[in-house]
């Protein structure tokens, strides 16, 4: 039996109604969430993201600022830039789109942005929390990730999660967020042996290893769940995940599609976090 799509799209669509109810209800009182989104250079990947998010902002009722420098802006300049954005009280999140131009320290500008507007979750002290199960800033994809296996009312607790790759941004949170819904965790990564032996074993199997087609059905245990964060390009232009997906689709009891899988969650977090900002702003202007 072929497996359920576990469709982000949907899912993110029915919490972006529910963000924008909220967004309806601050702004009675007064409150506009706003997001600023910080481009530098041209990279037409992080172009189509960045636009991706100022139309769903728009959408939802959220205030967007884009902020586009060239590549050559130094890394004083930009952090000068965060820092001014620190201080307005308008904007309840930052985010810089990654990646940036080598002559840019990524972790410098990362803290620099505070970390009450940190609305992408990497910030070291809103890692650090969420590490101790404190409340913080999650990352954007991880959260989206464990929304959509708690939207099929999937169980975690218990459950055996393996996840290949291990960025900062995806693999390492994604572990860390299971781990704190009481799951087992295995990390798995380019100098993991025997990998095919450690996937198999998976209950819930997250592929984030950048490699098109890169888990084919002989790694996924039968009845696994299958999340797919890869989005990779093929040289017919067509875009597949790192899951070969009509081989897990016959395997897995559940998986998310490349397109419209993951990558709408993303979204739709980044927004849910903003809203977040905006309210915690409120009630701390209140006392």
Do not use: W
């Given at each position: 039996m072929?497996?359920?799509?576990?469709?982000?799209?949907e899912l993110?669509?029915?919490?972006?109604?529910?963000?924008k109810n909220?967004?309806?209800?601050?702004?009675?009182?007064?409150?506009?969430?706003?997001?600023a989104v910080?481009?530098v250079?041209?990279?037409?990947?992080s172009?189509?993201y960045v636009?991706?998010?100022a139309k769903?902002?728009?959408?939802?009722?959220?205030h967007s600022i884009l902020?586009?420098?060239?590549?050559?802006?130094?890394e004083?300049?930009l952090?000068s830039?965060?820092?001014?954005l620190?201080?307005?009280d308008?904007?309840?999140g930052?985010?810089v789109q990654l990646?940036?131009?080598?002559?840019?320290?990524?972790?410098?500008i990362?803290?620099?942005?505070?970390p009450?507007?940190?609305?992408?979750?990497?910030h070291p002290?809103?890692?650090?929390?969420m590490?101790?199960?404190q409340?913080?800033?999650?990352?954007c994809t991880?959260?989206g990730i464990v929304e959509?296996v708690?939207?099929?009312?999937?169980s975690?607790?218990?459950?055996h999660?393996v996840?290949?790759g291990r960025?900062?941004?995806?693999?390492?949170p994604?572990g860390?967020?299971?781990?704190?819904?009481n799951?087992?965790v295995?990390y798995?990564h380019s100098?993991?042996?025997d990998?095919k032996?450690?996937?198999?074993?998976a209950?819930i199997l997250?592929?984030?290893?950048?490699?098109?087609?890169f888990i084919t059905?002989?790694?996924?245990?039968e009845?696994a769940v299958?999340?797919d964060?890869g989005?990779?390009r093929l040289?017919?232009?067509?875009l597949?995940?790192?899951?070969l997906?009509?081989?897990?689709?016959?395997k897995?009891?559940?998986?998310?599609p490349?397109p419209?899988?993951v990558?709408p969650m993303?979204?739709?977090?980044?927004?849910h976090?903003?809203?977040?900002?905006?309210?915690?702003?409120?009630?701390?202007s209140?006392k």
């Open positions: 072929a497996a359920e799509i576990i469709s982000g799209k993110a669509q029915a919490k972006r109604n529910e963000i909220e967004v309806n209800t601050l702004a009675e009182k007064g409150i506009i969430p706003g997001l910080l481009l250079g041209n990279n037409p990947a172009r189509s636009s991706a998010k769903t902002s728009k959408e939802l009722g959220i902020l586009e420098y060239p590549d050559t802006i130094t004083e300049h952090l830039e965060i820092d001014r620190n201080q307005d308008s904007i309840h930052i985010l990646p940036l131009p080598q002559s840019i320290n990524e972790l410098a990362i803290e620099k942005i505070s009450t507007k940190d609305v992408d979750g990497f002290i809103n890692i650090g929390r590490m101790i199960g409340e913080s800033f999650l990352p991880p959260f959509m708690k939207s099929k009312e999937l975690i607790e218990g459950k999660v996840v290949v960025s900062n941004i995806v693999g390492k994604v860390q967020l299971f781990l704190n819904e799951a087992t295995t798995c100098r993991t042996q990998l032996e450690i996937t198999r074993q209950d997250v592929a984030a290893v950048g490699k098109a087609n059905g002989d790694y996924i245990k009845g299958v999340i964060v989005v990779n040289e017919t232009g067509k597949c995940g790192d899951v997906f009509e081989e897990g689709l016959e897995a009891s559940y998986i998310t490349v419209g899988g990558g993303t979204i739709t977090m980044l927004l976090n903003t809203v977040e900002s905006a309210k915690k702003s409120a009630a701390l209140r």
